[in-house]
């Protein structure tokens, strides 16, 4: 039937039309149709409707709610013709109008989706078959159920139909060489090859991913990916359920294009960095956090329960961001949590157990070998032998062995409820997530507690409330530095002798300084931990350490919440206010028991037991007024808000001194203490408020032609008056060739070009008040022989301050071909201009300090490729997306400075490692250039410049020959020069996943390319550390080496002093971050079980890493830029688990 | 009823929250002083003045920490003294004077010119604010603004000696001027030292001090400035009126009963003795002020290291600590003062010392080494402090000036005025009457005066504009390297010449 209508439609309109319905069937554009006739009505009929008073033909009147709820009937023309309706408004609810007015009449309705309904006779028999007629019916492959309205297609023609209500169809005159294609909304294409039989049944597979259908979160609001212009990329629920994660951060990594994620530190629960198409400011490039429409600014994402997160949007144009202004520049990062589903009840319990450990440890040097390096390097400088007989050492201590854990446990727990009915829906969990950390356990635990009520209530019609409560807390014993060469477990396990023992069991030694005269350390048998004689300054015997840090902890509870209040007072017209707030309470304790872990490292003097609590605050209000209309084919959507966001945050703590006791668990603030002893500090971050004004209009013809126009007006408090608001605007279009008439019927079944430009600021790279002038003391005088303390002002004020300002330019395309296949490629261009820095003011001002001022800028070009593919089968399916970026970062303008020095220097060098500068990218390394190793005095002597004189007078065979850069004949800091790049150009994703019957397969792995490690793990003031099994191959006669120098304690040549090339390693890796096995239990047996559904997994995280790079972990980043001082590394997990629905 | 009323009521909240939160962004910083609201209480107006005090003391300074002990490079631009030091390149600045190659980026003027104008700002921040302050008694005020314009006079004074052509401003700069000012005309800035001092003169306080303010601004101490100023603005010209001016001033100084000479040549630089009745103006240091080498060269922070800098290096023995070798006195001085009674006081002769001790050693630097070093300010154990960086804590007070100067100068002055010679004789003979020294031969010429003034005040720092102020300095200095037209002036500083409207003084790239 439903081809007669088409037929009708086609004898009623023109041409387009059949375009415009196969357009409708294709991707479910259901607007477009109403408003096409809302046109004819509105013309003449509308009017009539209005005089005649009494009746009206039942064609007319569907037409009046077609326009009215922007809804699409589809009929047969025939039951309609003729049929009189009373022209009195209807009352009830959308359905009950529809079933009111059709009764009379003897005819039903049912729907294809919510807003498109066919019409049928109530007593609908089957329709007749004609000779040469092909009929069937077309069903879910999943559920077996019958869809109606899938389009059938003669290909290559426009011959074709659509099932009715109960799946089936009948297309006539199907010629044998004919192919006949099924689409539908929501299920991936058929195409089935005639071949003389008259009934073909399709059974159409739910297609995954699609471009198009997907609702895309945007900031304020949703949109249909297929409108979408900007650049935008998602994380899915099922993308999470699928391979958990423990933190948001996670769930980012390697799965989206454009974002780069490192770890700073394996340690449980260490957040990563975070970047977002490069490094957009020298400042601050975190991405902007919005979980449910609450900014997450302080105390970071880490509170967010991962299986809480239906969906991720991260918007990484200037002008999908630019709805948040001036926070905005560095992307924006949007989280929806679920919801409940408005018909069925749901509960869902999901666990897993797993055992960690490392998967590298260093090759450090034994016993043995160490007294032979030890003796050569001693010798080298003109000192004796330190050990006479290197052989009797033999093995020695793996210090290594006493710090990793390698069955550390993970255990992870969650439980939801989620359901609803017609007017309300609710989603309610628990989680609970423990996690021992891999290296010095005692002292690195990380434990989560989270619960989360999210509801939706339709107060009326036309008033809907909803609220998001979430509550977490957190411990976690992290008292390891994770990434430094200044001691802790990790530094001290890598520099230590081999040596020196363990643990202490000869009476002589234990009844002899310094273990007789010291508060050493002791085991429970009361052995004194081992103290190294040969390596001091902050290195420990690591399970000593422990014992000195044992109990410290510190914990946060967070609270987020939002509550939001919606009214329609008219059709279309939302007016919406939100109210969000993020309470966190957050603190330490910590007790400092008397210890003697060596002659650096002590406290000989009082305990102490100190207790930090701090809590900060940030409210945010939003409100919105968001109206949609269509006119033809033009669709609308408009936005204006405001919103309003205030932060403040204070701390208060105090030590007790000298408590009686002796460790964590019995130390307390109720042990009375003299005045003196007690100490009290705190302090109040400085309030920091927010106020902007935003608009922004959707608009596209037919999907066909899509434009963005967003503007935000944002005012800051950290900022000077003349500056206090900033205008942040930002266009984006898109066109969708596909979907012309013209375009051809090729391999590609849908495309869409985008282009976006836009302006983002960044506020965050400015601490509070530094566009005013402070006044400090310490500018002191002596009047007679006292000193009287004297106050000016700092820095002069520079009330011009302002933001720094991100223009991104964005162009690319989406495409979906061969029915299995999607494709997403973007180029950006993006300029950060005017970044603050502290101006250089001439000093005949006299100012104490300089200003900040906006005066430096770089930029960031990349490319962005996501591939998917995905095929579904009878039992079996298959599908793959990867992804891959590429990203330059370079900096254009420093202001007046030849060079931004790194803030990381490395150990006792004398010349920092990274250097920033006009030309090159942020933080680059920059250093000394080797060129092999002399190999004899002749090779020395000759290395002479134009005088003749010797380049390296100080070099001896077995150091390093520099390369004289600038060419002045001896080796000075001006010859240094930038030797890599901390961060990497190229990322990569790829996410395969596969399953058969009941049987699942994942598999995920992520990597970068093209990046530097400096390897700092040896500290270089400290002669006697120990080496790593590189040095084994150091250089001791002609010919022995290239590559890696003699080893000398006085190092003349600075061959290891010297920051170079030597230390530099290639910090590509890819590594298969997880892959899992899964097993969904049948039907019938769960259905026994008295559950929905089941299935147990077994998983394994960070099995494998392919890299080129010798430390622990490749994966170097964050904070540490690079420098690899022996960071904690990422733990390898198995883990078995189980998800069951009831 | 219910919907239009909720309705209503939303859309009004929303409107409202467009128009209203606007106030939100009007925060105020806690436990913060903004310079907007500080200078209310008589507490703070007195802690601003302890700051515009405050540069005086600075041994280091400029953008890039330049080490500036006063008196370090004005001694090495001398032919009495060296710089000195570990080798060539040991603080290019005093390095630079000491060859006079110095050019916009090497020298030691970042150093002298962000100190004076330190002092500057804050004295010019002072007086623009003090109105503004509550509960301050009339005399105190009177007091403070007269200091305030004291010191600015004081820095100008030092500007103008050292660079000649240099911004002058009395208030704070605003953001907008700080590239539009330009240099102003050399007499421009001595007018207004000579009227902040001619202010301050009326309402400072007489010498001497009580104990605890002892350091301070005293009229006697303005007295000096301001006529030391008239003199350096008269050079070597001819200018009755104003050297009758200065010979006056000087004279109300010199015939003040609070001021005399002492006894004993000696006692005037004991670090134990500060504040004598010698002292007119002294720039002050204590053993307290806890300078270590991490602060060291921030600027506000006061060590004394010039002591440390001009002890003998590489000594080990009684009397002197270890010190760093610089301005090691050359023959010029040393012949000059063989025979003198000062000799001793001035000169340490460290190569005697050394072979006359056998419990002295002393590996001398190599460069510029003569044996011979500053006693006045020399390192002596029994002032080294007992803290933890006594190098940069020495107690050593620098008197700028002292009574036997003004008495010099006045009889400069009133040679150059046509004054009473015999008045003139009788202030000479008073500086050498004291060391045991004969009174010159009468009459006495401006040679014997400049002659006095060298030996009397040697290593004090004079020299060099003594030389220059009287157009002696092209002949004395001559084989230093002094080019006449140029070098009577040190250059702008490089940093302050970029994106300025600053001309480089003439001669200098």
Redesign the interface.
Known sequence: MINHIIKNLNDMKTKSYTFLVLFIFLFGVNAVWADQSAQYVLNENFVKVQEANKTVSLEKKLEHIETGYNVVFLYESSIVKGKLSSAKELDGTLREKIKKLLEPHGLDYSYIDNRTFVISKLSETKLEIAADTVSGVVTDSETNETLPGVNILVKGTSRGTSTNMDGEYSLPSVEPQDTLRFSYIGYQTQEIAYDGQNEINVALQPRTYAAGEEIVVVGYGTQQRRNVSGSISSVSSEDLDEAPVQRLDDALQGRLSGVRVTSSSGAPGSSSSVRIRGTTSINNSDPLYIVDGVPIENGGIGYLNPSDIESIQVLKDAASAAIYGTRAASGVVLVSTKSGSRSNFEASYSSYYGIQGPEQKLDLLNAREYAVLRNEASVAAGNGVVFSDPQQYGEGTDWQETIFNNSAAVINQNLSFSGGNESSSYYASVGYYDEQGIVASPISHNKKVSFRINSTIDV?E??TFSENISYTYEKNRGSLATNSEFGGPLSSAINLDPITPVLITNESTINSPPYSNNPVIRNEQGYPYGISQYVGQEMSNPLAYMETQRGNYGYSHNIVGNLS?Q?E?IENLL?K?DIGVKPAFYGFESFTPVYYLSSVAQNTGDNSFARENSRNLIWS?D???NYTTSLDYHNFDFLVG?S?R?QSSTTVGGTYQAIPAQNFDNASMNFSVPNEQRIAFG??A??????S?FGRINYDYDSRYLLTVVLRID???RFGSEN?YGTFPAVSVGWVPSSEQFFPDTFVDYLKVRASYGINGNDRSLG??QY????S?????????????????NA?????LEWEETTQINAGFDATFLNDFSLTFDYYHKETNGMLLQV?????????GNPFGNVASLTNDGVELELGYNKQFEDYGFSVTANGSYNKNEVTDIG?NDFLVGSIPLQASAYELTRTTVGQPIGSFYGFETQGIFQTQQEVNSYTNSDGDLIQPNAQPGDFRWKDLNGDGQITSEDRTFIGNPTAPWTFGINLSANWKQFDFKMFGQGVYGNDIFQGLRRLDIASANYTTRALNRWTGPGTSNSYPRLSDTDPNDNFGNPSDFYLSDGSYFRIKTMQFGYTLPVELSNDLGIQQARVYVRAENLATITGYSGFDPEVGGASFGIDRGIYPQARSFQVGVNIKF | MMKSLLTYLMCLAVVVSFASCDNVLDVEPKGQQLESNYYQTPDQAYAALVAAYNPIGWQTGGPDGTWIPLLGPLNAATAGMNAGGGGPNDIPTIQAWNSYDMSSAVGPQAGYWSRSYAGINRANLFLARIDGVQGLDEATKARYVAEARFLRGYYYFWLVRLFRNVPLYTSPLETSEIYEIEQAPPEDVYAQIDEDFTAAIADLPAAPLPSNEAGRATKGAARAFLAKSLMYEIGDSQDQEKMGRAANLLNQVNTSTAYALLDNYPDIFRADNKFHSESIFEITHTSKQQADWPNFGSGNIQGNVYVQMVGPRGYSGPKYASGYGFNPITSVLVDALQGDPRYGYTIANIDSIASNNSSASYEPSPHQNTGYFIEKYAPLQENRADVITPELNYPNNYIEVRLAETYLLEAEAILRSNGSIARAEFLVDEVRDRVGLGPVTSPVTLEDVYQEMWLELATEGHRWFNLVRTGRAADVLADEGFVEGVHEVLPIPLESLNNSQLEQNNGYD
């Open positions: 009326t036309w008033l209040l009214v007072p007016v206010t209000w409100n919105t007024i405001t309003t205030e302090g109040e400085q309030p920091y408020a927010l106020n004004y005012g800051s408090s206090q509070d008040f005013q002038s402070t006044v003391g310490g500018r002191n005088y002596v009047f007679g022989n006292s000193i009287y303390t004297g106050a000016s002002p002069p004020a520079n009330p011009s250089e003011i001439p000093s005949y001002v006299g100012a104490s007046e």
